[in-house]
Nanobody, 120 residues
Framework: QVQLVESGGGSVQTGESLRLSCEAP????????MGWYRQAPGKQRELVAH???????KYADSVKGRFTISRDSAKYAVWLEMNSLKPDATAIYSC??????????????WGPGTQVSVSS
């Protein structure tokens, strides 16, 4: 079983920044993609940012230009730098590692989720 470890999150004011971290300490499959997803109260889970093993990235339109996802050379850890945060970023953020190159979060493993709260 793959157990993802997440860190970061917290409460900040509009315009401030946060950095989320995710690590897969043990893998039982080839990780071809990792990403961050979020779910706000009363809403469905949505993709925030995703990166493949080859470095191809994908972002939600609402965060383009402000959020940046990166990975290490071992392909088992990713970081999400969130800049110029706005209240609409308030949600529970969860990391996913999957055996597919797409951003649909099929299979693989999830982290427990970390709360991000942005106040105006």
């Amino acid at each position: 079983q793959v157990q993802l470890v997440e860190s970061g999150g917290g409460s900040v004011q509009t315009g401030e920044s946060l950095r989320l971290s995710c690590e897969a300490p043990k893998t039982i499959f080839t990780i071809r993609g990792m990403g961050w997803y979020r779910q706000a109260p009363g809403k469905q889970r949505e993709l925030v940012a995703h990166i493949t093993e080859t470095g191809v990235t994908k972002y939600a339109d609402s965060v383009k230009g402000r959020f940046t996802i990166s990975r290490d050379s071992a392909k088992y850890a990713v970081w999400l730098e969130m800049n110029s945060l706005k209240p609409d970023a308030t949600a529970i953020y969860s990391c996913h590692a999957g055996p597919y190159g797409g951003s649909l979060s099929l299979g693989g493993a999830w982290g427990p989720g970390t709360q991000v709260s942005v106040s105006s």
